[in-house]
């Protein structure tokens, strides 16, 4: 209810309530998405700064997001530059609102680990690349919780 409350959240606390919300009314079939992104300065403004600064194009990135048939609904409240995080999905599964805090994190981590390991990056680096990278985002946009994913 924190969400209602305290108008704001993140992607993972207003899916949850959402996808919780619909499912107590009896409309199992809108699902809580959990994806992994790219992101970058064309579908999330803003990091460009952080992620030029490091010689990055993009960086993984966790997102929720609810599915209900064919169609994605996001209702974050970032602004989206000439693409939305949902056209630069690399992967996405199903997940209950209850198990959401827990698979995130590990989700998240995991893949941002095998990412940077591939690219030969400290897991950690990348982990701190990100979290300024948030951070930025929080700051521009205040109404919104700053999120993190570690585990």
Known sequence: MAVLDEE???CSS???FLAALAHE???PEVK???GLYRMSEKNTP???TVLRAEGLAAIPEAHCYLMSGERRFDFTGLPFGATSPIESLTDERCVSPSDLRSVKATYHHGALVDWARTRGIDPERAWAIREK???LLANRTPHLASESGAP
């Open 46 to 48: 803003g990091v460009e």
């Open 14 to 16: 207003k899916h949850r």
């Open 133 to 135: 990278c948030i951070e």
């Open 32 to 34: 809580l998405m959990l």
């Open 8 to 10: 704001r959240g993140t």
């Open 25 to 27: 009314c009896g409309h």
